[in-house]
């Protein structure tokens, strides 16, 4: 039978096995920070040559110099051109959908004028040069390249800088390069890990300096943005995937186990749950698992994530499950039952929620139009998605008439009285009565 857990919430041990499965151990988190610290103080010193010696080490990957590094527009166009045309078609129409969807939330200056005369407002300014990390180890993800750049664009950054690993002496997958092609990013290395966040973060010889850094990455690319942060902006920490699915028993089984496997498949860290009020459909779910996992491409990794952080819960009705998704705050939500849209409310905290029995969460991994970046590890409690917001930065706009000055001016003195700064107040009390 299935390795995953099955709780009762009806159990008296529910809520202390419910807590444990929350738990992520940051043991690993700790050891990456010390050797992404070593990797990021060693780039930051020797700039290309340390980026070129790390890149050696830890993806066996040679090269003479940086620049070699750096994969042509030319072999981008080539790697789009080369795709058959369904992959051609899938990554335009991936693409249309999220510039669609994330054209709706730019954001826009604004002024106002209060009845001093003064004006009040918001200038709205993109970011210069953004860096983009697209993770190429256990899979390859065009999809993040998208995901990342697009919003980007729409945003108006002007240089978008792409860090892609590719071990050894071939080439990520033709659909990552195709993407960077559609999505117009401008230069692409061949460089993962921490070195290449220390080069984005603090510039190289022939690596630029970048305003903020988004994208997931393994533990090491995690504790670098994680070390970096202040010198330069960063998306978010990812941590492993993970899915809340709630469902009310009528929807397929083996509909819900590929949901399951589709988060477990990520790595051995992702977390898959399942809260259903039927616990004859939990064991349909799990004779599911044991029937379709034998032919998973990704078996051994769905199998040790199931295992380690997968659970089936029996909940009394949905309320109740809702109530455990906010404790969980999941990074992806399926609402798998009729009359979902209903109860969208009760939702307080997901980083995407995913409505109704035939909305598949991959579906947003990949075309569905709203950004797949999303806060993970319980951070939906005050995170949000990645969007076009993330790649703009707000001025404030403050222009006083003489009338205002005095009115305002008087308010500031004695606030600047009260604590103390009186140089504060008189720069505002110099000014009332000019």
């Not at 129409?93 to 969807?101: K, T």
């Not at 010198?231 to 993970?242: C, K």
């Not at 996992?293 to 380690?308: S, W």
């Not at 039952?337 to 905290?349: I, K």
Request: net charge negative; charged share 20%; with cysteine.
């Amino acid at each position: 039978m299935s390795g995953i857990a099955r709780l009762r919430t009806r159990d008296g041990t529910f809520g202390a096995s419910f807590r444990a499965l929350l738990v992520r151990s940051e043991t690993d988190a700790h050891k990456a920070e010390v050797v992404a610290r070593e990797i990021i103080d060693d780039v930051r010193a020797r700039g290309d040559a340390a980026l070129l010696a790390w890149t050696e080490r830890l993806d066996k990957r040679t090269a003479r110099s940086v620049a070699e590094l750096e994969v042509p527009a030319t072999t981008l166009r080539a790697a789009f051109e080369g795709l058959t045309r369904p992959e051609q078609d899938a990554l335009h129409d991936a693409a249309g959908r999220i510039q669609a969807f994330h054209e709706h939330q730019v954001l826009a200056p604004h002024m106002q004028e209060d009845a001093l005369g003064t004006r009040l407002g918001q200038k709205v300014t993109a970011l210069d040069r953004v860096g983009l990390y697209v993770p190429g180890g256990k899979a390859a993800y065009p999809s993040s390249v998208l995901m990342n750049a697009i919003p980007a664009r729409i945003a108006g950054v002007g240089e978008l800088v792409m860090m892609v690993p590719s071990p050894g002496t071939g080439a990520p997958p033709p659909l990552v390069l195709a993407s960077a092609h559609i999505a117009q990013v401008d230069r692409v290395f061949l460089a993962g890990g921490a070195q290449a966040i220390a080069a984005l973060a603090y510039g190289t010889a022939t690596v630029p300096r970048v305003d903020k850094i988004v994208g997931p990455g393994n533990a090491y690319v995690a504790a670098a943005k994680r070390l970096v942060f202040g010198r330069v902006a960063i998306d978010m920490i990812a941590g492993p995937s993970e899915v809340a699915i709630v469902c009310d028993g009528r929807t397929d089984p083996s509909w819900i186990a590929y949901d399951l496997f589709a988060q477990a498949e990520h790595d051995e860290g992702a977390q898959a749950l399942l809260f259903a009020p039927d616990e004859a459909f939990l064991n349909a779910v799990a004779q599911a698992i044991d029937r379709l996992l034998p032919d998973m491409e990704r078996r051994a990794i769905i199998e040790k994530a199931l295992a380690g952080h997968g659970a089936l819960i029996a909940v009394q009705d949905l309320g109740e499950a809702l109530d455990l998704v906010n404790e969980v705050a999941p990074e992806h939500l399926e609402l798998s039952f009729d009359g979902a849209e209903a109860m969208l409310d009760r939702v307080r905290h997901a980083g995407a929620i995913f409505v109704g029995r035939y909305t598949a969460e991959s579906l947003g991994d990949y075309c569905a139009g709203p950004n797949h970046v999303l806060p993970t590890s319980g951070t939906a409690r005050f995170s949000s998605p990645l969007g076009v917001y993330d790649f703009q930065k707000r001025t404030s706009i403050v222009q006083c008439t003489s009338r205002g000055a005095a009115v305002l001016g008087k308010t500031a003195s004695i606030l600047a009285r009260g604590e103390g700064l009186t140089a504060h107040a008189r720069s505002a009390e110099c000014r009332m009565h000019g």
